[in-house]
């Protein structure tokens, strides 16, 4: 896709697809490549940084597109610690951020570098570690002045990132963070800290210039003074000692008069200028004072509302929790209610139990009467034996018809007992499988009463388990039983009457405890589904409570976020302003000095002029005064 975006636009500036573009001039270098091109152009962009790196001619460097990978970065940190000339670097379209190796070693080069003044990283796929990496270089270098970060990953911890390291970093007047997910309080504490930069730049600008100015200034008034203290040497040392002085010399004499009375007019100049600069420079630090003083007046009202809403904030935190913990005790009251409910429902289950206890205990005693009875049917058997040995010939074709009859009459009943045996496994599975779907939900939703649950369910289970077992038996009783009676059929007749009598009466008895234990299944299943309904019910209940709490945590969380951005803020506002305060205090101070310098010096030159105007009058008087003596005594 970048590859694409790449080509698209090289064919709207006009230029050949997919292939590369070198630009040499005397100061600036461009390499750019696309796709699959600039994979083979690696290893020359890796040989072509290696020479640069004792270059001292190339000022701009352009290799967008390069698709430059580890060895790449490595050598452009390389190139970063080593070459001094370079001022402007392009590396877009590059994805250096996917290499983190390579990237820290550049940013280890950007960090020891202190010429470059521009680099452009867009589109590089630089996430929070390599934003990271890029604050630490920016604490440590002291020239770059712009920066391009747009369409990155850096997100809202690389943005801290950055914002920390501007605190250290006051050479860095533009940093562009659009498209990297950043958020927007963090960006304009960027956009502020830039502001505060720049300001600091052209505060510094001024003062040089100022500088710069003022000791242009005090060289012209020392030369000046130097012209003028050679000049006035040769007119003491000729005029001390003679006093006849040529009208010539006196034209020289009002030349230099008329002379220092020029540089006396432009030292007054001067000194007017520089007393307009000063109060312009009064009326700067006035005006600055006024807005110091409206931006503390700001700050006060500024931490005034903040104080009011964090004491509201923090009001409303504290109704929220005392909510909350009145949902707890409330979550705690029904979690109560729901135990109480739990260890009735056991009772119950204890009750089955025993119920299931004493209809074991009645089978045993059928069985055992069963038995019995058997016992005195095959006595009676052997008692009736010879009763009926002559009847047996005549009646052997009705037995075997009847012997037939009931063979079906038992394999049906079999086969109905086995459907019934079969619907009980189905419904026995149904439960089991219904007790391990309770068990998940109790093991998420409760820890201790799980445990509870397991064993009453294990115990549930293995009396079903038994209560099979013991049907299993009374059923193999009961084929054993049936090939006894089959035998005494063949026997004799009305021994099989007598067990069609027994098998009748032993299948209503078996019937009536079927319908017994189906009723009580149905009320296990009625029980085992309210169950099922309360934990349900109490899982939503919890589910509900536990999405207030997390929305109230997340909150409170945004809310303790906003007040320590706003604090930050605070805290960087102050310290902006105390250095910019300590700045011009400092810069104020060195002007007074530097005005006091120069009042002193023109103070002294008034001095030394008015000294020499005396000197100078005095001679030209007494020069006037021996003229006018040697003619009058001419007359004479």
């Known amino acids: 896709r970048e590859g694409r975006q790449r080509e698209g636009n090289r064919l709207e500036r006009g230029e050949a697809p997919g292939r590369a573009r070198l630009d040499l001039t005397e100061q600036s270098l461009s390499l750019e490549t696309c796709g699959a091109l600039g994979r083979l152009l690696e290893d020359g962009v890796k040989l072509l940084l290696h020479g640069l790196c004792s270059n001292t001619t190339v000022k701009s460097l352009d290799l967008k597109g390069n698709n430059l990978r580890t060895t790449g970065a490595e050598a452009l940190g390389k190139l970063l610690r080593q070459n001094k000339s370079i001022r402007s670097l392009i590396l877009e379209w590059n994805s250096l951020g996917i290499w983190e190796e390579g990237f820290s070693f550049f940013c280890q080069g950007l960090g020891a570098n202190n010429f470059l003044q521009r680099l452009d990283l867009r589109n590089n796929q630089i996430?929070?570690?390599?934003?990271?990496?890029?604050?630490?270089?920016?604490?440590?270098?002291?020239?770059?002045?712009?920066?391009?970060?747009?369409?990155?990953?850096?997100?809202?911890?690389?943005?801290?990132?950055?914002?920390?390291?501007?605190?250290?970093?006051?050479?860095?007047?533009?940093?562009?963070?659009?498209?990297?997910?950043?958020?927007?309080?963090?960006?304009?504490?960027?956009?502020?800290?830039?502001?505060?930069?720049?300001?600091?730049?052209?505060?510094?600008?001024?003062?040089?210039?100022?500088?710069?100015?003022?000791?242009?200034?005090?060289?012209?008034?020392?030369?000046?003074?130097?012209?003028?203290?050679?000049?006035s040497h040769p007119f003491f040392f000729s005029f001390f000692p003679k006093f006849r002085i040529s009208a010539g010399r006196v034209s020289q004499l009002q030349e230099a008069l008329n002379e220092q009375h020029s540089i006396m007019n432009s030292l007054k100049a001067k000194l007017q200028m520089t007393e307009a600069a000063l109060a312009l420079s009064e009326q700067k630090v006035?005006?600055?004072?006024?807005?110091?003083?409206?931006?503390?007046?700001?700050?006060?009202?500024?931490?005034?509302?903040?104080?009011?809403?964090?004491?509201?904030?923090?009001?409303?935190?504290?109704?929220?929790?005392?909510?909350?913990?009145?949902?707890?005790?409330?979550?705690?009251?029904?979690?109560?209610?729901?135990?109480?409910?739990?260890?009735?429902?056991?009772?119950?289950?204890?009750?089955?139990?025993?119920?299931?206890?004493?209809?074991?205990?009645?089978?045993?005693?059928?069985?055992?009467?069963?038995?019995?009875?058997?016992v005195q049917a095959e006595e009676r058997l052997e008692m009736e034996k010879r009763r009926f040995k002559?009847?047996?010939?005549?009646?052997?074709s009705l037995r075997l018809k009847e012997v037939d009859h009931l063979t079906q009459h038992m394999e049906a009943s079999e086969r109905s007992l086995q459907d019934r045996v079969q619907r009980l496994e189905a419904i026995r599975i149904a439960l089991e499988e219904e007790l391990s779907q309770v068990k998940a939900a109790a093991l998420t939703e409760r820890g201790?009463?799980?445990?509870?649950?397991?064993?009453?369910?294990?115990?549930?289970?293995?009396?079903?388990?038994?209560?099979?077992?013991?049907?299993?038996?009374?059923?193999?009783?009961?084929?054993?039983?049936?090939?006894?009676?089959?035998?005494?059929?063949?026997?004799?007749?009305q021994m099989v009457g007598e067990a069609q009598v027994k098998a009748n009466q032993l299948s209503l008895h078996a019937d009536g405890l079927r319908r017994r234990i189906e009723e009580l299944q149905q009320d296990l299943n009625s029980k085992e589904q309210e169950k099922v309904t309360e934990v349900n019910k109490v899982k939503v209940e919890l589910q509900e409570q536990i999405?207030?709490?997390?929305?109230?945590?997340?909150?409170?969380?945004?809310?303790?976020?906003?007040?320590?951005?706003?604090?930050?803020?605070?805290?960087?506002?102050?310290?902006?302003?105390?250095?910019?305060?300590?700045?011009?205090?400092?810069?104020?101070?060195?002007?007074?000095?530097?005005?006091?310098?120069?009042?002193?010096?023109?103070?002294?030159?008034?001095?030394?002029?008015?000294?020499?105007?005396?000197?100078?009058?005095?001679?030209?008087?007494?020069?006037?005064?021996g003229s006018s003596l040697g003619t009058h005594s001419l007359r004479k």
């Open 127 to 231: 996430n929070h570690h390599g934003a990271g990496e890029l604050a630490m270089a920016l604490k440590r270098n002291a020239s770059l002045q712009e920066l391009d970060l747009r369409w990155n990953n850096i997100g809202l911890l690389g943005g801290r990132a950055l914002l920390n390291c501007l605190q250290s970093n006051k050479t860095l007047k533009k940093l562009e963070l659009a498209g990297n997910n950043v958020p927007s309080d963090i960006l304009k504490a960027v956009e502020q800290a830039m502001d505060h930069n720049q300001d600091r730049q052209t505060i510094l600008s001024e003062t040089q210039h100022r500088t710069c100015v003022l000791s242009k200034e005090i060289l012209n008034l020392k030369d000046e003074k130097t012209k003028q203290v050679k000049i």
């Open 448 to 493: 201790h009463a799980e445990e509870e649950l397991i064993k009453v369910r294990n115990q549930a289970r293995l009396d079903e388990q038994q209560r099979l077992e013991h049907l299993e038996e009374k059923l193999r009783l009961m084929t054993e039983a049936r090939d006894e009676a089959q035998n005494c059929c063949l026997k004799q007749k």
């Open 390 to 396: 002559q009847s047996l010939e005549d009646m052997e």
């Open 547 to 625: 999405g207030h709490l997390q929305a109230e945590r997340t909150a409170q969380e945004g809310l303790r976020e906003k007040i320590s951005v706003l604090e930050r803020q605070l805290k960087v506002l102050s310290s902006n302003h105390r250095e910019a305060l300590l700045d011009k205090e400092g810069e104020i101070s060195m002007l007074m000095e530097k005005l006091r310098m120069k009042e002193a010096d023109i103070s002294r030159m008034r001095e030394e002029e008015a000294q020499r105007a005396s000197i100078l009058q005095n001679a030209i008087m007494a020069y006037v005064q």
């Open 286 to 374: 006035h005006n600055l004072g006024e807005l110091l003083s409206a931006t503390k007046q700001e700050q006060a009202n500024m931490a005034e509302r903040h104080f009011a809403e964090l004491q509201q904030q923090k009001q409303e935190g504290a109704d929220r929790e005392g909510k909350l913990f009145r949902d707890l005790s409330a979550s705690n009251e029904k979690n109560l209610f729901l135990r109480n409910q739990v260890d009735e429902l056991e009772k119950k289950c204890k009750v089955q139990q025993d119920q299931l206890f004493q209809l074991k205990q009645d089978l045993t005693n059928t069985t055992a009467e069963l038995k019995l009875r058997a």
